[in-house]
């Protein structure tokens, strides 16, 4: 169950251009329509996404879509989650999986596996990694490099539910202005 997050993350960056342990093939969920998203007063025309059943909200370029799957697995179904908003150069990504109630895990080799998958996954090389805790939330932040982008992400763990933000940027550039806007706006409301 540790790939689930990041497999589909990973899918996604490579779909975007810029260690599944289920064989099972995806059945497919319909795109949800746009969750809540409100104009800030943001210069840059950033808006403040709101996912209701998310239970956050961060800042991003524009409101994405709810890209949602349901997998069955023989810990029970998952339902993975995901975001992506492009601009020009960059991606942003932001997912979250539910596992089965029955599921349990360990919480930092979940962390460390959505990083470890993630990283391969896309072929990358991890180049920094360090453990730590984000609104009091468990976290693993880690950066990598592909032959032409470089990731930065950090991964939470709130309750049982992995949350994981990606922004992926050219390669050799200073990482985009807006990555700590990105990962500073993110917050967790739990129900």
Known sequence: MRWQLATCLIMLASLSAYGQEHSSPRPSVPTQPRPNATRTPDPAGWVNFISDEGHFSVL??????????????AHGPYTTHLFVVKDTQNVYLIGWVDYDPSFNFNRQAELEANRDNFVKGISAT???????????YSA?????????????SRVYMVGRRPYQLVVGYPKGGDPPSEVSKFFNSFKVKLP
């Open 60 to 73: 991003v370029p524009e409101a994405p879509e709810d890209k949602a799957e349901t997998t069955p697995s």
């Open 140 to 152: 693993v932040e880690f950066s990598a490099d592909t032959a032409d982008r470089t990731f930065l």
């Open 126 to 136: 991890l180049t920094s990694t360090r453990a730590t805790t984000i609104d009091g």
